[in-house]
């Protein structure tokens, strides 16, 4: 089975302090730490594409895996809804070529949001799985600062730029377990591009979070034949602190402290926040099993249990 | 194991007589029709969203199988590089929700052009038997129109929009074999939108297709234990007659008619094509054996056997 055995990223160290953004709209830093979770936000540079991100998460993982091999790569997902083109050609293709890696390799975009990573792990696992490849890359780059308003106070003290890349393959030492999704496009509003600028009814995806996360959670727990006690952490989507702190609050079953909350030198890295948390806090962890949840643009949403091998 | 078990499309009645057209390029109707291969490309409606291409297939499909039904429809993946909004949200959401099918869904856009229905199969069968997902439908739509200049010779007299889609099950008729996947990113600007406008480097996508495709399927063959003799029939993506007709030639293993040419009255459809052939010549067929290609932007490329069960 075909499962998480390393994860890199990519975070530039140029960006915004967000006290000094949040006193233009009058917040202060009680706010912007307790509310919107970030001193920090990471911002790419403008000469930096979304595959020059994927590149740089790409590249430290190779560096923290000698033994992978860019010629032993087959297979490339890169999620994304702001790639490097107009639609086409999709992103994975060029970061293919400014990587070098091989040409006998198959590569496509998946077009999701904050719940990307978690269909993601799932539809690269099952696509190696179906074709027979043994060297899976997932890339998460999502810069939204491509298009956020700064002038927007909904959320240009939110996004921070990030990339991820996630080796999968045979004989991991973190398996996939039981996954859970949904899609409401009802919701497709809620969450929008329309004439390059990014608009987000924040209070509506506050309460989609807070209603159908917590629920989601005990759901796929229950088909997994699983407690809360059995989960060692939460890693859900850091959309803000607020919203980590909503939910985890809402999901008693188990204590505030199991929902890992990492977001304040980053921001919300939409489709990399949940591998930024497995790369930093799980992982390095003698953890044995975690649930994953992301939510988001669509309306989207995704859990799902990863486990020890 | 899920395999495909019915597709159905939609495609405009609306649209071009390509023989007019090509008369304002100086083409004669023997051009047209040798060497485009189309008399007639369909068009869209101005109003008509690829969402609603999207829907009209999928109702179409629901129409053929009355066993299935829209409560039972858990994974949706749409193939488009066209889609209804400016990268987010997705447009599998927007088709969610405009047909009524239910919230616990798992609904993604995979980004790829005219090989992205070969990608796409094994995509949603590996995301589905990676997750336990029973019903899955696999939306083609890229509505060319939007993005084509009618005054581009290069491209305006290939495109025909429209779309197509494929209910994946556990019990189907025909099965997924062997696949084999590439991709090019150094030719990526060989198609390519700029400012709105689709670019393609026509020279360059033929040699390409020439060159890459009847290797492919070789090294498909063989890696399947297959020989040509073994194979019913092949269906290419249709990017025109002229490059059908020169794949087929110089794939000399088989007869040039096992190379199934239709599209006198689509034109280039992108990821539509393949599964157009499969609905209109292999589903209704005896046949126990089919190769599929698809080829395009990226540059990318796919191929694999489909086989009765």
């Known amino acids: ?24 709209f009058d917040k202060d830093n009680e706010f912007i730490l307790g509310k919107i979770g970030s001193a920090f936000l990471p911002r790419k540079a403008a000469e930096q594409e979304t595959s020059d991100l994927c590149v740089e998460a790409v ?6 895996n000698p033994e992978l091999k860019r010629e032993s790569i087959d297979a490339l997902i890169v999620v994304t809804q702001n790639g490097d083109e107009e639609g086409l050609p999709h992103t994975a293709a060029i970061v293919q070529h400014k990587l070098g890696l091989p ?8 077009s999701l949001g904050c719940s990307g990573y978690v269909y993601g792990i799932y539809a ?3 696509f190696m799985e179906a074709t027979g490849l043994k060297n899976g890359l997932l890339v ?14 909904n959320t240009t003290m ?12 045979e004989g991991a030492d973190w398996q996939l377990g039981k996954a859970s999704f949904g899609t409401d496009g009802l919701g497709a509003p809620h969450l929008k591009v329309t004439n390059g600028v990014f608009f987000m009814n924040g209070r509506q995806v506050f309460n989609f979070a807070l209603v159908k996360v917590p629920e989601h959670l005990r759901e796929l727990l229950r088909a997994s034949d699983l407690k809360a006690d059995d989960i060692d952490a939460f890693c859900i989507h850091q959309g803000s602190a607020a919203i980590v702190d909503a939910v985890a609050r809402r999901f008693e079953e188990a204590p505030l ?53």
Not at 4 to 22: C, E, F, M, T
Not at 140 to 153: E, F, L, Q
Not at 258 to 265: L, Y
């Open 257 to 309: 402290e199991k929902f890992v909350k990492d977001m304040v030198e980053t921001g919300n890295t939409v489709s990399s926040s949940i591998p930024l948390l497995l790369e930093k806090h799980v992982l390095p962890s003698t953890w044995k099993r975690v649930a994953i949840s992301g939510f988001g643009v669509g309306l989207s949403w995704g859990s799902a249990i990863l486990h020890r091998k």
């Open 1 to 24: 089975m075909i499962g998480i055995k390393s994860i890199a990223s990519y975070v530039p160290v140029d960006g915004l302090d967000n006290y000094a953004q949040g006193a233009k």
């Open 103 to 110: 040409t006998h390799i198959a590569a496509f975009d998946i």
């Open 140 to 153: 998460t780059a999502d810069p939204y600062s491509k298009i956020v308003d700064p002038k927007d106070r």
């Open 59 to 64: 590249n430290a993982l190779f560096a923290n």
């Open 158 to 169: 939110l996004f921070g730029d990030a990339a991820t890349a996630t080796w999968m393959c």
């Open 124 to 126: 690269l696992k099952g």
